[in-house]
């Protein structure tokens, strides 16, 4: 079976700040994906960024990247100069491809302080 | 990416009745999905849906509770029937993309009194 972990509820970050956001998975699999997600208040998903399990470089897209650590299974996502926009939800979320499915994890209310 | 949308945006529904939410997508696409996401949880998948086949459902979810259609390959509903309050919930479509990412929906609030 394949699980995601997020294990910080809430986080909270200063504005232009970094703050990152763990999370852990478990799976068989060994060609699977791996994406953040940002759920604002508008509770529309939206893409944040996305890492190939084959692919030893980390993802990075502007000021969002990724430290994917395979053999930890671990896959964090660091936020740099924070900006209150980037207050959201974000989720962890695993694709294998023998699943066919994506799993989310429980999520990061990141909260932004001016 | 797809640009997916969903009709109604939200619905305020009695106990007992049913709702159809609509899914169109700007393309053509396989497969489509459905998730519910209740109060301050997560997304739980409901089903994939199939153009010209029946819906794959998840474990605890049912097609005489979550009838879906895929009538072609822009375009899928999901009706929740005999609605109680444990249904309020955000119900979101979404699509897969070229690197398996998925592409939302903005979503449905259902709440159901």
């Known amino acids: 079976a394949q699980t995601v972990t997020q294990s910080q509820p809430e986080m909270s970050v200063q504005e232009a700040e970094t703050v990152t956001l763990s999370c852990t998975y478990d799976?068989?699999?060994?060609?699977?994906?791996l994406f953040w997600y940002k759920q604002p208040p508008s509770r529309q998903m939206i893409l944040v960024i996305r890492?190939?399990?084959?692919?030893?470089q980390n993802a990075t897209e502007n000021r969002f990247s990724v430290n994917f650590q395979k053999a930890a299974k671990s896959f964090s996502l660091k936020i740099s100069d924070s900006q209150l926009g980037d207050a959201a939800m974000y989720f962890c979320a695993l694709y294998g491809g023998a699943t066919n499915k994506l799993i989310f994890g429980t999520g990061t209310l990141l909260a932004v302080q001016p | 990416s797809a640009v997916i949308s969903q009709k109604p945006s939200r619905d305020i529904c009695q106990r007992g009745t049913s709702l159809t939410i609509q899914c169109q997508v700007d393309s053509q696409v396989t497969m489509m999905f459905w998730y519910r996401q209740q109060p301050g949880q997560s997304l739980t998948l409901i089903a994939t849906?199939?153009?010209?086949?029946?819906?794959?459902?998840e474990s605890g979810f049912v097609i005489d509770k979550f009838p879906i259609s895929r009538p072609n390959l822009t375009f899928s509903t999901l009706t929740v029937s005999n609605m109680s309050p444990e249904d309020s919930s955000i119900y979101l479509c979404s699509v897969t993309g070229t690197s398996y990412e998925q592409y939302f929906g903005p979503g449905t609030r259902l709440t159901v009194t």
């Open positions: 890492q190939e399990a084959y692919k030893q």
């Open positions: 799976t068989s699999e060994s060609d699977y994906y």
């Open positions: 849906a199939n153009q010209g086949s029946e819906a794959t459902y």
